[in-house]
Nanobody, 125 residues
Framework: QVQLVESGGGLVQAGGSLRLSCAAS????????MGWFRQAPGKERELVAA????????RYADFVKGRFTISRSNAKNTVYLQMNSLKPEDTAVYYC??????????????????WGQGTQVTVSS
């Protein structure tokens, strides 16, 4: 069992930056592949970025490439999402998720086993 708690969301102007954090409970954090998803009002939840247990493999959605960076610290049981050059269309609730397969980068919602409660990111124009 893994419990995930996101933090770092907030209100920022377009062009600004935010860094999201997701703290995981337990001593087996490195056994999980991790991902960040987002869900805007009226839209489906979508993958933002994901990485494998040792950060050796990463994947980004096309709409964030070059702007967002996913990283993790297994020593701190934490995964991060650095978001730069934010746009109003990035406004959403951002969720972190853990997948039991640590080696593959999972991109589908149903491939993740544990979810955080989400943190709101609002980008004003």
């Amino acid at each position: 069992q893994v419990q995930l708690v996101e933090s770092g969301g907030g209100l920022v102007q377009a062009g600004g930056s935010l860094r999201l954090s997701c703290a995981a409970s337990g001593r087996t954090f490195s056994s999980y592949g991790m991902g960040w998803f987002r869900q805007a009002p009226g839209k489906e939840r979508e993958l933002v970025a994901a990485l494998s247990w040792n950060s050796g493999t990463k994947r980004y959605a096309d709409f964030v490439k070059g702007r967002f960076t996913i990283s993790r610290s297994n020593a701190k049981n934490t995964v991060y999402l650095q978001m730069n050059s934010l746009k109003p269309e990035d406004t959403a609730v951002y969720y972190c998720a853990a997948a039991r397969d640590p080696y593959a980068v999972r991109i589908k919602i149903d491939e993740y086993n544990y979810w955080g409660q989400g943190t709101q990111v609002t980008v004003s124009s």
